[in-house]
């Protein structure tokens, strides 16, 4: 079974889920993409009705347990009588019924900030390697990355990325806020996430 | 109890304060951000009088024991017959007296040099999720991180501190220098740190 | 014996090779140039005729164990029933074959690939000490790095690395891909790369 | 007694001597100030005549014993039948004899290289707090560190080194190359390179 993956008729999420959400939260957080406690990730435990666990809310990132993670339904509510989810969970729950992902990963890494912020119309990526990684073409496929503005409202925000979904473009750029990016499971959305990090990087730095 | 957090009516602050402090000591250290012997950090042990445990002056950040702190008081005084405090604790002791701080971190990132080098009146932020993460709104919401002139004497430093004062705005740019930010303990004062200089490595990397 | 040094006319190249490819790959992906699962490493464990151990395909390459590892022909296939070697492997025969190098690493570091994109037609470096660690002299020695375009036939991507080839030049920058580099061990090939990196980040941070 | 701090009347400078070398030279490795085989450290060991134990050549920086550490004389020579000193001792030597300097350090650390590149007179400093670490003042205290040409001749170096030696600039830079830095012991060698460091990526990342 790969990092994260739950069977998805089970009633728990159970430890493995949350021992693997924590330890993605540490990569992520090592790697400077979770400063403060920010950034919030996402498996799916069950799809009829859809529910997620996903990592509670105001905690470091670097510094979780395999306890910091609460199961919330498709609208990002929970009946958890402790446990705070993020408050970016409902997000999270639309992603994942609107693409059918399994993982739901979101970092505030910088390059994707600065990517959104100069091209607000979305980001265009072709010709490059990396895009393999992302489950794209290395040629004649161009990408884009669509970009919503930022909003404290998960219906609003939820609403622009169904409105530029396309199901060949697993992420979403949020401008002055962060990246989402999704997958089968945690290590395919790590992946994607890493290559599109990096070619945004690339973008940054060329441009 | 949280990383560094203290009963204020202790008399000695106790190796759990020392304990603390040189851990988050140990994490700037890695991140580049208190290279050479720069950086101090605190955390308020009592109110009536004031009295903080301050790193001591002139050792490794990176390499701090639990026994590398020094009580001093308000004035950044202290009648320890063998620990040097820090030359800013003085400053450590007026910012905890005026914003009601618990702990008070200044190290040596660059992002905020930087920035401060670039906006000498004082940095502004705005419409920023990361903003939500140092005490404030991501929309509609100007903050202005104040830039004060750096100075060896501890009362200038101070004064311009609590002339540009503002109680939502826990920061303070010191030009050509470093930055101070503060919160109730050492871990929201991490967190706030962490957020404002990613804000500040974008604002710096947009201009 | 140094890293990854392998017996030629061994049958088997042994869990020492595919040891010393995992840790390899550990080392790049924690510097950033492996990011998802992108990057290949191989050692030559046989020449006559040409085989190679290579790692696999669409394995993250942090976590590699010493298992993941495919023998190859000069071509690139391999007769493991389970094992599927990355797509690349028939550059890294073509390029032990061409330059008689005992390993071959390929990275996706964004300096590289940001050098060939400001110099479709080959970087120049000249005058610089690092160029010693890049098997170079340190004056008055032009080294032109090649820059190939971009492509998903391996025979494509290796006559033009062979009609670029020269043999005091260990390294091939494929455009808005990556970069090869080779030696006559895994060691010697991570020193050369090491300083190519640093030698394109100086290119690209003065230009 | 400091990290490799020895004493001078002692015949052989003993494993201490090279196990504080090279965990002086996997921290600066970690860093990426030692790319490939490249910088050399070195502890002086004896005044009368004067002999310093110096890292050996051609060895990957991040994985030196205590015993990858050679003596020289003040001209870089050494008797040992077996290691090969840097080819960088004879400067080591030279600086060690001039300046009265305990320890130097010498790295391929970026950001000295880029700014020697831009200001191939001198690097001017001045009004920075950093400047402290540097042992030198805060404010009203222009600090120059020369530049000097690179050479392969030690003995060139060593008189463009001593023709701008000032006993207050514990600090030369060689263009296109990388920099040296001294101080009484690796650990204020350590800390005066690391301000020194952090000050030249202000610059270079301000102008």
């Not at 994260?4 to 009633?11: C, K, L, T, V």
């Not at 403060?36 to 990132?61: E, F, I």
């Not at 530029?164 to 997958?183: I, M, Q, T």
Request: proline share 6%; with cysteine.
């Amino acid at each position: 079974m790969r990092p994260g993956e739950a069977d998805p008729g089970e009633a728990d999420p159970g430890e493995h889920v949350g021992r693997a959400l924590a330890a993605e939260c540490a990569r992520y957080a090592a790697m400077g993409w979770m400063r403060g406690t920010s950034g919030n990730l996402s498996v799916v435990v069950g799809r009829d009705p859809l529910r997620l666990a996903v990592t509670v809310s105001g905690k470091d990132k670097g510094e979780l347990t395999a306890d910091d993670v609460v199961l919330v339904d498709a609208a990002g509510r929970t009946d958890d009588p402790v446990r705070v989810p993020s408050a970016e969970a409902a997000l999270h729950g639309r992603i994942a019924a609107v693409s059918g992902a399994g993982a739901v990963v979101h970092v505030h890494a910088l390059a994707p900030v600065v990517a959104a912020e100069r091209s607000p119309g979305g980001v265009g990526l072709r010709d490059l390697e990396m895009l393999k990684g992302f489950g794209r073409h290395a040629h004649d496929d161009l990408v884009v990355v669509p970009v919503v503005p930022n909003s404290q409202d998960m219906r609003v925000l939820g609403d622009a990325f169904e409105a530029g979904f396309r199901p060949d473009v697993p992420a979403l750029l949020v401008a002055r806020h962060g990246v989402y990016v999704w997958g089968d499971d945690l290590l395919q959305a790590r992946h994607r996430l890493e290559c599109l990090e990096w070619l945004l990087r690339f973008e940054v730095g060329i441009s």
